[in-house]
């Protein structure tokens, strides 16, 4: 169990994105060359048993690296089934003390949509959270904006990762926010060729 959060850009990829298991697969390889350090399988259409197949298929991908956390969305037993680094939970997930109490060397991540959420999730033991949504998105018309994720990222001392229409045009403005931090997904994952992409987002997140 990785001890601490050392990664700038937290991938979250749905294999819904693929026409086949093979280029999901493929892609997620890709993401790992090219620098990805963390990872989190989110897939709210399958069956326990589905989503363990697919963890255990992804988990011999990651193995072959040193260093990428793997995150599994919301569910504690799937993650201690596949020995994963860590939970993505959210507010009707198990509470955070629980799993500390229970599991006190598994990182987890919350998802936080308000300052006291974030906040809350801080005092309960969370290692980080998520604030979304910076920007709108197609599926979210709603957006909380820079200035509220400056806030947060100022009153939180654990690391705040901005998610929500996060790209390469908009990276530099969430770093100018305050954060280092930054949840993406299809921005990273509908990239023909993402070298690039992940490598400035890097950057510009690792900056001072």
């Known amino acids: 169990m990785k001890p601490s959060i050392k ?3 937290y991938l979250i990829g749905e294999r819904d994105f693929f026409s086949s298991e093979q280029e999901y697969f493929d892609k997620l390889k890709m993401c790992f060359d090219n620098g990805i350090k963390a990872f ?3 897939q709210k259409d399958l069956t326990v048993r589905q989503i363990i197949h697919l963890g255990e298929k992804i988990k011999k991908i990651i ?3 040193d260093d990428i956390y793997f995150f599994i969305n919301d569910r ?3 993650s201690l089934a596949l020995e994963a680094d ?3 939970l959210n507010k009707y997930s198990i509470p955070i003390k629980i799993i500390k109490e229970q599991y006190g060397e598994m990182l987890i991540f919350y998802s936080s949509h308000s300052y006291e959420e974030a906040l809350n999730a801080q005092k309960n033991g969370a290692d980080a959270v998520t604030f979304s949504p910076i920007f709108k998105t197609k599926n979210q018309d709603f957006e909380q904006g820079l200035d509220t994720l400056t806030s947060v990222v100022k009153g939180l001392t654990i690391p705040v990762f901005a ?3 996060i790209n390469e045009h908009n990276i530099q403005a969430i770093r100018n926010a305050g954060t280092m931090y930054a949840a ?3 921005a990273i994952l509908k990239k023909k060729d993402n070298k690039e992409i992940i490598k400035m987002i890097n950057y510009v997140l690792s900056s001072k």
């Open 63 to 65: 193995e072959k690296y």
């Open 86 to 88: 860590g939970v993505h």
């Open 7 to 9: 990664f700038n850009i």
């Open 40 to 42: 989190q399988l989110r």
């Open 163 to 165: 998610l929500g229409g």
């Open 76 to 78: 504690v037993d799937i």
């Open 184 to 186: 993406i997904q299809s």
